[in-house]
């Protein structure tokens, strides 16, 4: 084959390129850490350390089911409610003596039909997303007053909260499950039919639709996806703060929705990695972390946290535009 | 003062790895149309998006009305008075007419409203002047796309346009459109201004164009007027076959029936459509566009519902309600889109011909077998020698016909026993054709049966074993390839004539 040469060097070419787009936020990264290694005393310390990862975790998790729904060219504003209702949940099951292990399953999968529910309002209901998740934002906002009275709830059982302060092989808790989350949504993205489906989707549903994709299917899973991160962000977040919190996860879709962009996910669909989106994420948290350590005021930290989201899809919009 | 109005002169053009354009030249005088042709990837798009400002030149010059210029972007070739109208219309889908004629500039009757009265007057006096019978308020989403075309040459004549390119003007539109168009370009040129025109279909650079320039390979070959060339000329320049030979291959229908649709009937969209499928049968289906041969085929296929009738697969009913139905029973179709229909354009190569495989080549339908993805990718891009520089190059990249053999690659990995494919052969060059026309041959040797639909009558006669014929949603007649005559089917597909085509009457 004559065309065996070009095939080779462009792939080549591709990878490179690839390695371009993660690769730039990982060199950010390494900036930054470095950057704040040296102007900072408490960076680089074991403490502050497990605290940023401990932070990152949470938002981390709700980031990776919000990617699918992105790549899949939706989106999902009702995370940052989820997040508080499994927390409230799984508080308040606990506290009725609820085991904790069937506390945290019973709050998980509520979670994930609640997001099924988005699914629905979106592929049978032909709402968009933005819309049909802007009201079950408010809704299940709603819901955790009603059912948490908008109090907290302490006096959580101590082996729960003692959770999120424990370590494996030296590695906070929450860091590890939002690793094993991390490990099976690139396996989902990357390796399964699930996955094609969810870029195909977004790339076109008509084209999706005739060549036999079950779109009904895939959409429910993708918004329950979304869902069950939240809810098991949520129990997480309970533990760290050892409270169920009615507006705990205020704000988190926002977070959520920044990562991924700052990780290169196009909020037009087919574009996206599960790696890129735990780029932004940690830059995010490492933005408000080293800003701390810093002493800049938070006000100003969350005007630079701005500017980050624009420039990040500005350089990524330069950049498509000067690949042709 | 020359007489050309634009003279392009060894224009060359590289992308990463390609060489695009090397010393093509292009010269249009002042009222002539030019006809510019070539196969897909030979370099028009590249020369046309040069001229209108998309693309820089790396060398060459342009002299545009007597001055070398620099077109540096598409605002500036607009404003010396270069226009391109493309098949995909560029006009505010939400507007009116009217306001789409002063997009961005409305005349104003006080410094803060808008001279409705003269954007409605301007607007329609410039369409009256082309005798174009289209009312300035209509919304341009409620205009058909011929109107649409219309629409925007007249804008561009209005915003006196020294040069026009029409790109693939044609390709969407009925005959009688076709020839309203037509009629718009003979007065352009009237007017002086030049006009450069690309089609694959050559019956209309004969008909109309003066001078033909042909590319091949992002080179130029020739330049000559049309009454010293022929078909056959131009076709063995741009590629070194005949046509009538592209279309002359064997035929393989038997007599076990494949698909009977009886009766098929959506309302007010198509009733009483009625026919068998053979095995290994080239079954063609003719019909204008808007005739609703697509909604015939994209109900067999499940993709739309119809109201009456019966369809049976190999002698069983089959209840097709969702394409996945379909899909799974051994139907494959190449869809009339392949943009909007066939294809995830940002996805690769790779992705877009297995789609329809990852379950199949998943280990316990999970986790996708990488190798068999590779295999099966790359035996295709063999097979219908798909040019793409790498399998995870994106298909939104590809030439038009390369996406199409991706379509029909998709389709094909799935090993369907009934392949539909809905003018597979628009907007792609003769090299890609005659693969297409090929690919048929073999396909119905292997026993695959094909429904075939064209607007394009020398094609349907040229590949068909027999021919449907659609007028307005009803099925006006079969006709056998051995009585086939383009004056017998336009008879019946202009609603002129009908046979007593519900029944099938001959013999295999």
Redesign the interface.
Known sequence: MKSQQPVNSESKEKKRFKLKTEGTLALLLLVLAVFLTIFTKGFLTGNNLSNLVRQTAINGVVALGMTLVIIAGGIDLSVGSVVGFAGILVALLMKSGVPIGLAVLASVLISFLVGTINGVMVFDGRIPPFIATLGSMAIIRGAIMLISNARMIAGLPKPFLDFAQTTYLGFPSLFVVWLILILFTIFLTKKTPFGRNVYTIGSNIEVARLSGINIRFTTYMIYGLSGLMAGIAGILMTSRLANGIPTGGQGYEMDAIASCVIGGASLSGAEGTILGTVMGAFIIATLRNGGNLLGIDPFILQIVNGVIIVAAVYIDQYRKAHQK | MSDYIVEMKNISKS???VRALSNVDLSVKKGEVHALVGENGAGKSTLIKILTGAYQKDAGTIIFDGKEVEVKNPHFSKSIGIHAVYQDITLAMHLSVGENFFLGELPMSSPFTVDWKNVYSTAGDVLASLDLNIDPHMLIKNLPVAKQEMVAIAKAIYEKSKLMIFDEPTALLTNEESEELFKIIARLKSEGIGIIYISHRLEEVFRFCDTVTILKDGRYIATMPTKDTNEDELISLMVGRKIEEMYYFEHHKESEVVLSVRDLTKKKVFQGIHFDLHKGEILGMFGLVGSGRTDIMLSI?G?TKYDEGSIAFFGKPAKVH???Q???LGFG?V?ENRR????????SVK?NI???Q??KI?RF????SRSQELNIAKSFI?ELSI???????IVR?LSGGNQQKVVIS?CLANRPKIMIFDEPTVGIDVGSKEEIYKLLEKLTREGTSVIFISSYLPEVIGVSDRIVVISEGRQMGIVDRRGATEERIMRLASGIEENSGKIESEAV
Do not use: C, H
């Not at chain 2, 909007?340 to 996805?347: D, E, F, K, S, V």
């Not at chain 2, 339908?365 to 996708?368: F, L, S, V, W």
């Open positions: 992308f990463p790895g296929f993709a969702k394409p996945r379909a899909i799974e179709l869809p909007t229909q066939g294809l995830a354009l940002p996805l992705t297995n789609l329809l990852y379950k998943s339908g999970i986790a996708i063999q040019k793409t520089p790498s399998e995870d190059a990249n998709k």
